[in-house]
């Protein structure tokens, strides 16, 4: 039996999994894809000061960093059950089964989908699946895009496949239905553009953005939208369909008002060689539900998450979680979170000599210093949301105990 195993190897479960191990645990940490770093691997962008982040170099870092306190990384390999036993977890793999003192889930976040007509076309992708193409496989998805969902995660990685040589045609809303529920509302989607305005070239873009309320910013759009890095961002169109016989060749739009109404008589097709689907992310808990985790559902989190608190413990003995499977929020805050976890691990295994509070306390004040610095918020209110949690966590904790 080992003290721990990581599943996901992102920022959150390397960060973890160091953590764990700069303090003498034996850990194990697993993941499905070919390469550790998760989500890291697809990041490429400039920060305010000028630095560039290529997450291909943090990843490797992280590895290089595990690799040599001893642990044990092992990809291509997927996780199909757990099982809690009096007083360890065993991890069912497509490999071995792997018994642990301790488990973590950093399962990380995945695509929502946005059923559109013609999306099962060759050529059709989620805005995840084309940033991967690009930036860790260094093939474009395509000469001239179109990206369907206006949201933080389209306009960053829009910015990201301009960089990789390709044209991005625009940015445009979903037709509005139930299907694509609030990403076809242009009110809903001004305010996920009100929070990236402070990344935008333009001065006045910036200054507008902390002043125009979203309402009133879904009314003055301009019909033929904005542009940001030369992308334009258009909240007054719509996709209809995905054309094309055999592949994509392009897209059927229309006008729509600001409360989301298609304008009869407006109706274009735009050329196009590939599509791109931001449906925007939702933790992946598949594997905490199968452990038995209570769940509580946070929209400002992306949706369902594992009942958890802030040393990253769930309702479960010897179960813990981080990084997007908790909420979905930024690579640092994830590999924040992981630090968190590792050093509670580590101390729960009476692994921490000395200022054992004292670290997990720091490493704490470090996640919300991080969360505070982004300059990305996916949802608005994400601290005061986890503080929320945080107490049904205290709460369902107590009522277990007087019962």
């Known amino acids: 039996m080992i003290d721990v195993v990581v599943v996901g190897a992102g920022p959150a479960g390397l960060s973890a999994a160091i953590g764990a191990a700069e303090h003498g645990l034996q850990v194990c940490v697993v993941d499905e894809f070919l390469k550790p770093g998760g989500r890291l691997l697809g990041q490429l962008h400039e920060e305010p000061d000028g630095k560039w982040v290529n997450g291909i170099e943090e990843a490797q870092k992280l590895y290089n960093q595990a690799i040599e306190l001893g642990v044990d990384i092992r990809c291509g390999i997927s996780v199909y059950d757990l099982r809690k036993l009096e007083s360890s977890w065993c991890v069912y793999t497509t490999d071995d089964m792997i018994e642990s003192k301790c488990l973590l889930l950093a399962t990380g976040a995945s695509e929502t989908p946005i059923p559109i007509p013609g999306w099962t076309l060759p050529g059709v992708m989620s805005i995840g699946a084309a940033q991967v193409m690009g ?18 995660l389209s306009v960053a990685i829009a910015r990201e496949l301009q960089l990789c040589g390709v044209h991005v ?8 239905g139930l299907l694509a529920g609030s990403a076809g509302n242009p009110e809903k989607m001004m305010e996920s553009l009100l929070r990236l305005s402070h990344l935008a070239p333009s001065p006045l873009i910036r200054m507008g ?20 890095w030369g992308i334009p961002i258009q ?5 209809l369909e995905i054309l094309g016989d055999n592949q994509v060749e392009g897209v059927r739009m229309a006008e729509v008002s600001a409360s989301g109404e298609v304008l009869p008589g407006t109706e274009r097709t735009v050329s196009a060689d590939f599509v791109c689907i931001a449906g925007g992310l939702t933790p992946m808990s ?11 559902y946070v929209p400002e989190l992306g949706g369902h998450v594992p009942l958890h608190n802030e040393f ?12 997007n499977i908790t909420g979905v929020e930024s690579a640092k805050v994830a590999r924040a979170q992981g630090t ?34 982004a300059l990305i918020q996916f949802q608005p209110g994400i601290q005061e949301a986890r503080t929320e949690l945080h107490h049904k966590f205290y709460e369902e904790r107590g009522k277990r105990i007087l019962v």
């Open 312 to 323: 990253m413990q769930t309702n479960l003995s010897g179960l813990y979680v981080a990084g």
């Open 235 to 239: 909240l007054r169109k719509a996709a």
């Open 135 to 152: 930036n860790v496989h260094r093939v474009k998805p395509g000469e001239k895009g179109i990206i369907i969902g206006v949201n933080v």
């Open 286 to 296: 598949e594997l905490a539900s199968v452990a038995g985790c209570s769940f509580c």
């Open 169 to 176: 045609e625009s940015i445009l809303l979903p037709q509005p």
């Open 209 to 228: 953005g902390k002043w125009v309320s979203p309402k009133l910013g879904a009314r003055l759009f301009p019909k033929n939208g904005f542009k940001m």
């Open 340 to 373: 968190v976890a590792g050093l509670t691990i580590a101390g729960e295994l009476n692994a921490l000599a000395g200022r054992a509070d004292a670290k997990i306390k720091e490493a704490i004040a470090e996640v919300i210093e991080t969360r505070r610095k």
